[in-house]
């Protein structure tokens, strides 16, 4: 599968490159395509030469993909995606975008008016687009290193059962993610209000790296 990672030069993108890129065609986009091509030679080292891990501009990233995941900033959600409309066709967009602040005390939710980023995404990108919310509560220092398992679970959202299928395989390759369906695109505000939820419990009690679990059983 090609996976276009836009912005991927960055935290989030460089993990999903170094997890998925011994199994799929990654293209790392960025504003600039030499930081682009650095990010990716640098990710194919972490990978020890395995992989395969291209580094180009975000719109012949997204033009060349099945999968596009946005690993931009929520600030930058909007003229990052209106930038690239005419390279979206029919992908499957994954948003791990989380719209949140911190206030000098707490990090806070803060939606746009659409109720979430992922909402926001599916209001921008053109009709054929299918998108997927995904990815919020995994730690991006945690992702990028490849040795690391990771027991966390990743809530996924979305109104199409294949795009959600694809997102359940690809949350699956990363050892040990579980990938859990948490209901339509409509619910993304409450997947994405887990991650500001989660940094200021990881805060409050120095947990470093935290994630989330669902327990089925609770031994008192
Ligand atoms: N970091 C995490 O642990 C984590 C976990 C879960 C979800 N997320 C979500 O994933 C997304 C990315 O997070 P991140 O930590 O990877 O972000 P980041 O490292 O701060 O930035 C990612 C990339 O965004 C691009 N960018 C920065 N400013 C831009 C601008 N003005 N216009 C266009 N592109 C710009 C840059 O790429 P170029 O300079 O190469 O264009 C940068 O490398 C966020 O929405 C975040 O909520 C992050």
């Known amino acids: ?103 000098g005390k707490f990090f806070q939710y803060q939606p746009p008016a659409e109720g979430s980023a992922a909402l926001q995404a599916r209001m921008l990108l053109p009709k054929g687009v299918r998108v997927v919310s995904a990815f919020h509560t995994i730690c991006a220092a945690a992702l990028q290193d490849i040795k690391r398992v990771m027991k966390a679970d990743i809530f996924i959202c979305g109104d199409d059962a294949e795009a959600i299928k694809i997102t359940v395989e690809l949350a699956g390759e990363i050892k040990s993610l579980r990938p859990l369906n948490a209901g339509p695109l409509a619910v993304s505000s409450m997947v994405e209000s887990l991650t500001p939820f989660l ?7 120095k947990i470093k790296d935290a994630g989330i679990t669902v327990v089925s059983e609770r031994k008192i």
Not at 199 to 205: D, E, G, S
Request: proline share 3%; net charge neutral.
């Open 1 to 103: 599968m090609k996976i276009a990672l836009v912005g991927g030069t960055g935290d989030i993108g460089t993990g999903f490159a170094v997890r998925w890129g011994q199994k799929h065609e990654i293209i790392i986009g960025s504003r600039n395509v030499d930081k682009a091509r650095e990010s990716a030679a640098a990710v194919l080292q972490l990978l020890e030469g395995v992989g395969n891990v291209q580094g180009t501009d975000n719109a012949s990233a997204v033009a060349g993909a099945d999968v596009v995941v946005l690993c931009v900033p929520y600030e930058h959600l909007a003229s990052v995606t209106t930038g690239l409309l005419d390279s979206y066709k029919s992908q499957l967009v994954i948003s791990p975008v989380v719209p949140m602040i911190y206030n």
């Open 199 to 205: 940094l200021n419990v990881a805060r409050k009690n």
